[in-house]
């Protein structure tokens, strides 16, 4: 039992199980990786990975691939096509295009899949949601919309903003209400949309380094238009870096995962020199940790792992179009046991066992 006063541990461990995707030769599609998968089960009961497919050009697109499973372990992918490409003319700009890292999340109360990705547009980077029921037909619901909230003094539409995902089923909102929360993760840069603005800060925050923030949506109003279901509110900071591993940012990885502690987060720190959010890095470290947020206010984080669960140590993870990167999105269940989908080097997708330490 945890005393008062001090912090409790996160009994869990990721054990490498192998690569189950790499690029597949002579694909247009794949010509710069597969990598950063969504998941999910479909109506037929299997397993599917949802990878980001980058062609030439940094140019992403939404795949799908059914996961082959033997003796309880996934090993490899059997691809059946594209489910979204980069179509609409805010998903493409002058010299760039693409819809990346897709997170989807299964959400009972609504019998959907609902899937945030980056479109990455004429401004750069900006969240958006898509559902479906199958994980094949997606139907848009467009760019995610920030509430304003005065006492943030700042519109946090006005930022590039990624690695968003929704929790799996309704918690309670600040103000007491049923709602849909999502994790995100705002970039305060606005020198990347307009040179010479600078970092721009919301009242009260003041470390300019990027963080996992958690907004929530009022589940009665999507009840009642699921259109609702990409206008955000009840902003509130959740976690910034504080370990050496994510000295210099951190964002959020697959849906939160209900555990007995509270909502187990997967997430992503980062060390190293960042270059323009437009680049594909070459000098950073990806790292994998973990948050448990409490179960009743998950804005609120009651412990965190101070050293990595994975870091890009093989081969595959420390050798690609973007070095030295584990990045996890995706957690699905096998036969009882949990495995953490993730991505390596932004070229090829591995997974990794996730198990309790604990369990006697």
């Known amino acids: 039992m945890t005393m008062p006063g001090t912090t409790p541990s996160i009994p869990y461990r990721l054990t490498r199980m192998g690569v189950v995707m790499t690029p597949q030769p002579g694909d247009p599609n794949e010509a710069e990786g597969v990598l950063n998968p969504a998941s999910g089960r479909g109506p037929d009961g299997e397993l599917y990975l949802l990878p980001r497919l980058v062609a030439e050009g940094n140019v992403s697109r939404v795949g799908l691939a059914r996961v082959v499973v033997e003796d309880g372990v996934p090993v490899a992918v059997e691809r059946e096509g594209v489910v979204l490409e980069p179509d609409?003319?805010?998903?493409?700009?002058?010299?760039?295009?693409?819809?990346?890292?897709?997170?989807?999340?299964?959400?009972?109360?609504?019998?959907?899949?609902?899937?945030?990705?980056?479109?990455?547009?004429?401004?750069?980077?900006?969240?958006?949601?898509?559902?479906?029921?199958?994980?094949?037909?997606?139907?848009?619901?467009?760019?995610?919309?920030?509430?304003?909230?005065?006492?943030?003094?700042?519109?946090?539409?006005?930022?590039?903003?990624?690695?968003?995902?929704?929790?799996?089923?309704?918690?309670?909102?600040?103000?007491?209400?049923?709602?849909?929360?999502?994790?995100?993760?705002?970039?305060?840069?606005?020198?990347?949309?307009?040179?010479?603005?600078?970092?721009?800060?919301?009242?009260?925050?003041?470390?300019?380094?990027?963080?996992?923030?958690?907004?929530?949506?009022?589940?009665?109003?999507?009840?009642?238009d699921l259109a609702n279901l990409v206008l955000w509110e009840q902003h509130r900071f959740v976690a910034g870096p504080e370990y050496a591993f994510e000295e210099v940012k951190i964002g959020g990885g697959p849906p939160p995962l209900r555990v007995p502690e509270g909502w187990l987060v997967l997430h992503h720190g980062v060390t190293g020199v960042l270059d323009s959010a437009f680049a594909q890095q070459q000098r950073v470290n990806y790292a994998a940790g973990a948050l448990l947020l409490d179960a009743a206010d998950p804005s609120r984080v009651i412990a965190r792992t101070p050293e990595p669960l994975l870091a890009p140590e093989t081969e595959d993870e420390r050798s690609g179009i973007v070095p030295n990167v584990v990045f996890p999105t995706a957690i699905e269940e096998i036969d009882g046991r949990l495995f953490v989908f993730y991505g390596m080097a932004d070229s090829k997708i591995g997974v990794a066992l996730l198990e309790r330490t604990d369990a006697g």
């Open 88 to 224: 609409r003319g805010w998903e493409r700009g002058v010299g760039n295009a693409g819809v990346e890292d897709p997170r989807t999340t299964w959400i009972d109360a609504l019998g959907l899949h609902v899937m945030t990705y980056v479109a990455y547009g004429p401004l750069g980077p900006r969240t958006a949601i898509a559902v479906s029921e199958d994980l094949r037909e997606w139907r848009r619901l467009g760019p995610v919309l920030f509430r304003y909230q005065d006492e943030l003094d700042m519109d946090l539409n006005l930022f590039h903003n990624k690695d968003t995902v929704f929790f799996p089923e309704p918690v309670t909102a600040p103000d007491g209400t049923e709602a849909l929360a999502v994790l995100h993760r705002p970039m305060w840069d606005l020198s990347e949309t307009k040179p010479g603005q600078g970092v721009r800060l919301p009242a009260g925050i003041d470390d300019p380094r990027q963080s996992i923030w958690i907004s929530y949506v009022p589940l009665a109003a999507v009840r009642d």
